[in-house]
């Protein structure tokens, strides 16, 4: 079966760029049926959409985020990354990655979720 | 665009059914699928309904979704309510862009 694991750094400052990993086992993010994405959910609060890729490198962002989000895909590795630039303490949450049916555009498999703090 | 609205809490006694809406601001709710996501605490969430109905394999069949174009709402229902349903619920739909949109979430007490 489809897992899906996120790795990076669980600290970043303030006004620098998180970079965060989300590593596909058991199936290819090749696979021309699914998006692959991120989502996040602020300590104590819900789920916000970052945005999805494609394997082609088709991108597809939440507007709020847009300015400052770059998802992209590595087919060699079986990895999607997301970098999301000058963050503030408002970034701070659970970072989930996901992967996304194309029938009917919601998560079907999760990742774990991995924890960043944006702190000096 | 469009906001997904839940109530923040419900709750209910074990054995009993309980049913979570989610009511769509613009635009009809059945022109686009309709998921149901459980997060359990402290874990990530996992998918309990898709397209508006069906359930992922593995899932309970007390757990059902429907839709309601007269209150353009979704539902999600859980019968036979055991502690271990004790979770909070999203609900998940896109626009025309193919944006997402998340519901606010419910918390449910099974007390």
């Known amino acids: 079966q489809v897992q899906l694991q996120e790795s990076g750094p669980g600290l970043v400052k303030p006004s620098e760029t998180l970079s965060l990993t989300c590593t596909v086992s058991?199936?290819?993010?090749?696979?021309?049926?699914?998006?692959w994405s991120w989502i996040r959910q602020p300590p104590g609060k819900g789920l916000e959409w970052i945005g999805y890729?494609?394997?082609?490198?088709?991108?597809n962002y939440n507007p709020s985020l847009k300015s400052r989000v770059t998802i992209s895909v590595d087919t060699s590795k079986n990895q999607f990354s997301l970098k999301l630039s000058s963050v503030t303490a408002a970034d701070t949450a659970v970072y989930y990655c996901?992967?996304?049916?194309?029938?009917?555009?919601?998560?079907?498999?999760w990742g774990q979720g991995t924890t960043v703090t944006v702190s000096s | 665009n469009f906001m997904l609205t839940q109530p923040h809490s419900v709750s209910e006694s074990p054995g009993k059914t309980v049913t979570i809406s989610c009511t769509r601001s613009?635009?009809?709710?059945?022109?686009?699928?309709v998921q149901w996501y459980q997060q359990r605490p402290g874990s990530a969430p996992t998918t309990v309904i898709y397209e508006d109905n069906q359930r992922p394999s593995g899932v309970p069949d007390r757990f059902s979704g429907s839709i309601d174009s007269s209150s353009n709402s979704a539902s999600l229902t859980i019968s036979g309510l055991k502690t271990e349903d004790e979770a909070d619920y999203y609900c998940?739909?896109?626009?025309?862009?193919?944006?997402?949109?998340f519901g606010g979430g419910t918390k449910l007490t099974v007390l």
């Open positions: 890729i494609y394997y082609s490198g088709s991108t």
């Open positions: 996901a992967r996304v049916s194309r029938r009917f555009y919601g998560m079907d498999v």
């Open positions: 058991g199936g290819s993010v090749s696979s021309g049926s699914y998006y």
């Open positions: 998940q739909s896109y626009d025309s862009s193919k944006n997402w949109v």
């Open positions: 613009s635009g009809s709710i059945a022109s686009n699928y």
